[in-house]
């Protein structure tokens, strides 16, 4: 679609009952006094490890380990010792267990010497320059518990978890070079990076794809409007001049991607994130060799590894990057310069992660094939608009996708390093499923793993679209015809896992949730893919269903649908629940309220082509401009709004895009206020659509409790506005329409 992981108590203490319940059952009057560690002094390297064990205990031993001087060493839950920095240590192991009726409790020592790491960690990527052992671990998920010990094995007892301390990962740090601009001289130079990363560079070479699905990928998730997000030929130029990768990647309104963000995302049960990638961002149009920036792929490097440290797997691809691909379907010179764009986005894309272990998986494309080759195009080259003006015939554009599929699994399988026996996902017809299926797409040919499948491919799941995606009166989810939609559609799919490949829907999703039904419509398709082998990927911007800002799930019946499906105990405390808001709607005529705050004035609402002007016009089909109107190229608030006059202009803050505005009002001295719109050429295609509003606590924030009423339901009358929420902390009033009208004034009134 275009558009440090911390568990819960409750996860630490369910799962120190699921490792006490694992360990056999021992007569209470086991002999024990011979309880003691197998080492009582070791010595370490930084960065190396070494393993403790407690002998002759008794089988429902409790252990807890710990260590007297952390910046020295550290241990694990497993008695699993790791060498942080020069210097001496103790560790010791906390044993209790009962002798008959007698409470038991021991403490083990050992000596633990540091020494200096004989050699540097290696780097998980042959292109890196230097790898440091850094001085922090990262947590992982938890370990399995073990088994049963045998009735007879009472001389070593694996270590029963008491503590929440996290299992450490080992660290290294990948140093990469860049260009900066000094913010002093205003000159570049080029610096350093340091990307942190627990990447090992392990490969599992025997394990296909369906394997990979059921038993390590988990749910998924995307990290979209984050680096696929684009600006307009102005702004986007001066990001390149500047080399400001936050530019593009927080464009679309997401704030920088943290690893906590990451982190939160594997307390709801999800272990794969797909990363969309808009690679145009930063390189030199007159470059014919579509060098990537050392920034940009840096920044991707770092989110990947982001992933990697939260013990997840990665997905990166080439997603729309602003319709670079209509540039198939425009004649020969065109078709060439897209070929070339396509070979080394993937060659350079190759090369970085070619080192890296099989927990980043490429993806060849987004839902570009075929329909999209043909769309109208720049002349920079970029698509203008969704005008088919390309040369492309259907045929044509199924054996160019099937052709660029095959050029995907050639480049990566040649470039070398781990990419062998890389798992690839083949971006299917448009990413729909009935065109995917259709007989004239065909799976690319894997020479290098005949004997076990590393592809899948991909497809997305917004059916029916008037509810999943936009749409405006399609509120509910749920009939028998729904379902059974849902069923034929991923039944169809099932032809790839019999014939050997995985099923990814790279995307689902319901982007509106205020729609009814999300939790069933949820549970219908967590339980199909489950019981087909398929890998479903949740569609998620900010503010969507995660929120970025507290790392944790916006609707608490959201959250309970993940965490029962996959055993997690994810944050579930929000009082948000999905659909529509339970309030009364109620509309009056203005003339019996009492005016509070005004503004007049124009505001073109953008809805995204970036025409304003009042004299606009769109075509029959509500899609694109055919007359009046200004092209905006770069942020400039100026060419959306004009004001006339207002109460207090410091209480309303237009978005520089044009497309909300938010109002800022001492809402504790309303009683019931409501709000009312008014609008001109109404009858020039310039559609209202639905009123939307909701609140948020910050100008840069996101709202979280959007909600939507069809204009035509109080045409002329005025909405009341959530007063409870506002009142609650959140003092901003969300305010735009889901189409783009040309406002003339927006009028708040209470009722009292």
């Given at each position: 679609m275009k558009k440090t992981m911390r568990k819960t108590m409750g996860v630490i203490l369910s799962l120190a009952l699921a490792f006490t319940g694992t360990v056999g059952s021992q007569d209470a009057s086991a002999k024990s006094g011979g309880v003691k560690l197998n080492k009582k002094s070791v010595t370490v390297e930084v960065n190396k490890k070494v393993k403790l064990k407690v002998k002759k205990a008794p089988k429902k031993a409790k252990v807890k380990w710990s260590v007297n001087k952390k910046k020295i060493a550290s241990v694990s839950k497993k008695g699993v010792v790791k060498g942080k920095a020069e210097g001496k240590a103790v560790v010791t192991a906390k044993v209790t267990y009962k002798n008959g009726k007698k409470k038991v409790t021991k403490k083990l020592k050992c000596k633990v010497t540091v020494k200096a790491a004989s050699v540097t960690s290696p780097s998980p990527a042959a292109a890196a320059t230097k790898a440091a052992v850094a001085t922090t671990a990262a947590a992982a998920a938890p370990t399995v518990a073990p088994t049963a010990a045998p009735a007879d094995a009472s001389t070593e007892v694996p270590a029963v978890v008491e503590s929440s301390e996290p299992t450490e990962r080992p660290q290294h740090i990948i140093e990469r070079t860049e260009e900066r601009?000094?913010?002093?001289?205003?000159?570049?130079?080029?610096?350093?990076?340091?990307?942190?990363?627990?990447?090992?560079?392990?490969?599992?070479?025997?394990?296909?794809?369906?394997?990979?699905i059921n038993e390590k990928l988990g749910q998924g998730i995307n990290l979209g409007n984050t680096l696929e997000a684009t600006l307009t030929k102005q702004d986007r130029d001066a990001a390149r001049e500047s080399i400001n990768v936050d530019a593009f990647e927080c464009a679309w309104g997401a704030p920088k991607t943290t690893q906590a963000m990451i982190d939160g995302y594997k307390q709801y049960g999800f272990n794969t994130v797909r990363i969309p990638i808009a690679w145009s961002n930063m390189i030199d149009e007159n470059d014919s060799t579509y060098k990537i920036n050392d920034a940009f792929m840096n920044r991707v490097e770092e989110v990947v590894n982001y992933c990697i440290n939260a013990d997840m797997y990665a997905i990166i691809n080439i997603h729309w990057d602003s319709g670079w691909w209509s540039q198939f379907g425009a004649g020969d010179e065109w078709n060439a310069k897209a070929h070339a764009r396509y070979t080394s986005f993937w060659n350079q894309i190759a090369e970085r992660f070619k080192d890296y272990s099989d927990k980043v998986i490429f993806e060849s494309a987004n839902e570009e094939f075929c329909e999209a080759f043909n769309h109208e195009i720049n002349e920079e080259g970029y698509r203008e608009s969704v005008d088919e003006t390309g040369n492309l015939t259907e045929d044509q554009c199924y054996e160019l996708s099937?052709?660029?599929?095959?050029?995907?699994?050639?480049?990566?399988?040649?470039?070398?390093?781990?990419?062998?026996?890389?798992?690839?996902?083949?971006?299917?017809?448009?990413?729909?499923?009935?065109?995917?299926?259709?007989?004239?797409?065909?799976m690319p040919v894997d020479p290098?793993?005949?004997?076990?499948?590393?592809?899948?491919?991909?497809?997305?799941?917004?059916?029916?679209?008037?509810?999943?995606?936009?749409?405006?009166?399609?509120?509910?989810?749920?009939?028998?015809?729904?379902?059974?939609?849902?069923?034929?559609?991923?039944?169809?799919?099932?032809?790839?896992?019999?014939?050997?490949?995985?099923?990814?829907?790279?995307?689902?999703?319901?982007?509106?949730?205020?729609?009814?039904?999300?939790?069933?419509?949820?549970?219908?398709?967590?339980?199909?893919?489950?019981?087909?082998?398929?890998?479903p990927i949740l569609w998620d911007t900010p503010g969507l269903y995660y929120d970025r800002k507290s790392c944790k799930m916006i609707y608490s019946d959201v959250a309970k649908v993940f965490n029962e499906f996959t055993g997690s105990e994810g944050d579930a405390s929000s009082e948000l629940k999905s659909g529509e808001v339970e309030r009364e709607v109620k509309f009056e005529d203005p003339e019996n309220l009492t005016l509070k705050w005004s503004w007049e004035g124009t505001w073109c609402k953008n809805d995204g082509q970036n025409y304003t002007g009042v004299d606009r016009v769109k075509d029959e089909e509500g899609?694109?401009?055919?007359?009046?109107?200004?092209?905006?190229?770069?942020?400039?608030?100026?060419?959306?709004?004009?004001?006339?006059?207002?109460?207090?202009?410091?209480?309303i803050v237009f978005n520089d895009w044009g497309y909300v505005t938010l109002l800022n009002l001492d809402w504790s001295q309303f009683n019931e206020p409501y709000i009312i719109a008014e609008f001109i050429n109404e009858d020039k295609g310039n559609t209202i659509g639905n009123y939307e509003f909701g609140t948020q606590d910050a100008v840069d924030s996101q709202p979280n409790d959007i909600q939507k009423v069809e204009y035509d339901t109080f045409r002329g009358k005025c909405v009341n506005i959530p007063i409870a929420s506002l009142k609650g902390g959140k003092p901003y009033l969300y305010f735009t329409f889901t189409n783009c009208p040309i406002f003339t004034s927006i009028k708040v009134y209470d009722k009292e």
């Amino acid at each position: 679609m275009k558009k440090t992981m911390r568990k819960t108590m409750g996860v630490i203490l369910s799962l120190a009952l699921a490792f006490t319940g694992t360990v056999g059952s021992q007569d209470a009057s086991a002999k024990s006094g011979g309880v003691k560690l197998n080492k009582k002094s070791v010595t370490v390297e930084v960065n190396k490890k070494v393993k403790l064990k407690v002998k002759k205990a008794p089988k429902k031993a409790k252990v807890k380990w710990s260590v007297n001087k952390k910046k020295i060493a550290s241990v694990s839950k497993k008695g699993v010792v790791k060498g942080k920095a020069e210097g001496k240590a103790v560790v010791t192991a906390k044993v209790t267990y009962k002798n008959g009726k007698k409470k038991v409790t021991k403490k083990l020592k050992c000596k633990v010497t540091v020494k200096a790491a004989s050699v540097t960690s290696p780097s998980p990527a042959a292109a890196a320059t230097k790898a440091a052992v850094a001085t922090t671990a990262a947590a992982a998920a938890p370990t399995v518990a073990p088994t049963a010990a045998p009735a007879d094995a009472s001389t070593e007892v694996p270590a029963v978890v008491e503590s929440s301390e996290p299992t450490e990962r080992p660290q290294h740090i990948i140093e990469r070079t860049e260009e900066r601009i000094n913010e002093t001289t205003g000159e570049k130079e080029t610096v350093v990076k340091e990307i942190i990363s627990t990447d090992d560079g392990s490969v599992e070479k025997d394990i296909d794809s369906i394997t990979l699905i059921n038993e390590k990928l988990g749910q998924g998730i995307n990290l979209g409007n984050t680096l696929e997000a684009t600006l307009t030929k102005q702004d986007r130029d001066a990001a390149r001049e500047s080399i400001n990768v936050d530019a593009f990647e927080c464009a679309w309104g997401a704030p920088k991607t943290t690893q906590a963000m990451i982190d939160g995302y594997k307390q709801y049960g999800f272990n794969t994130v797909r990363i969309p990638i808009a690679w145009s961002n930063m390189i030199d149009e007159n470059d014919s060799t579509y060098k990537i920036n050392d920034a940009f792929m840096n920044r991707v490097e770092e989110v990947v590894n982001y992933c990697i440290n939260a013990d997840m797997y990665a997905i990166i691809n080439i997603h729309w990057d602003s319709g670079w691909w209509s540039q198939f379907g425009a004649g020969d010179e065109w078709n060439a310069k897209a070929h070339a764009r396509y070979t080394s986005f993937w060659n350079q894309i190759a090369e970085r992660f070619k080192d890296y272990s099989d927990k980043v998986i490429f993806e060849s494309a987004n839902e570009e094939f075929c329909e999209a080759f043909n769309h109208e195009i720049n002349e920079e080259g970029y698509r203008e608009s969704v005008d088919e003006t390309g040369n492309l015939t259907e045929d044509q554009c199924y054996e160019l996708s099937n052709e660029l599929n095959q050029e995907f699994v050639d480049i990566v399988r040649n470039s070398g390093g781990n990419n062998e026996f890389r798992h690839l996902l083949i971006a299917g017809i448009r990413t729909d499923i009935e065109l995917t299926c259709d007989d004239r797409f065909k799976m690319p040919v894997d020479p290098a793993n005949e004997g076990v499948n590393k592809l899948s491919v991909s497809v997305h799941y917004y059916t029916p679209w008037d509810y999943c995606g936009n749409g405006q009166n399609t509120l509910y989810w749920g009939s028998d015809e729904d379902k059974q939609q849902m069923l034929d559609l991923f039944t169809m799919m099932e032809k790839f896992t019999k014939a050997g490949y995985g099923v990814m829907i790279g995307e689902y999703s319901v982007v509106v949730p205020q729609h009814n039904d999300i939790p069933l419509f949820l549970n219908s398709l967590l339980t199909i893919c489950k019981e087909r082998s398929f890998l479903p990927i949740l569609w998620d911007t900010p503010g969507l269903y995660y929120d970025r800002k507290s790392c944790k799930m916006i609707y608490s019946d959201v959250a309970k649908v993940f965490n029962e499906f996959t055993g997690s105990e994810g944050d579930a405390s929000s009082e948000l629940k999905s659909g529509e808001v339970e309030r009364e709607v109620k509309f009056e005529d203005p003339e019996n309220l009492t005016l509070k705050w005004s503004w007049e004035g124009t505001w073109c609402k953008n809805d995204g082509q970036n025409y304003t002007g009042v004299d606009r016009v769109k075509d029959e089909e509500g899609k694109n401009w055919i007359s009046g109107g200004e092209k905006v190229t770069a942020t400039d608030l100026s060419k959306w709004v004009t004001t006339t006059s207002c109460t207090d202009e410091s209480q309303i803050v237009f978005n520089d895009w044009g497309y909300v505005t938010l109002l800022n009002l001492d809402w504790s001295q309303f009683n019931e206020p409501y709000i009312i719109a008014e609008f001109i050429n109404e009858d020039k295609g310039n559609t209202i659509g639905n009123y939307e509003f909701g609140t948020q606590d910050a100008v840069d924030s996101q709202p979280n409790d959007i909600q939507k009423v069809e204009y035509d339901t109080f045409r002329g009358k005025c909405v009341n506005i959530p007063i409870a929420s506002l009142k609650g902390g959140k003092p901003y009033l969300y305010f735009t329409f889901t189409n783009c009208p040309i406002f003339t004034s927006i009028k708040v009134y209470d009722k009292e």
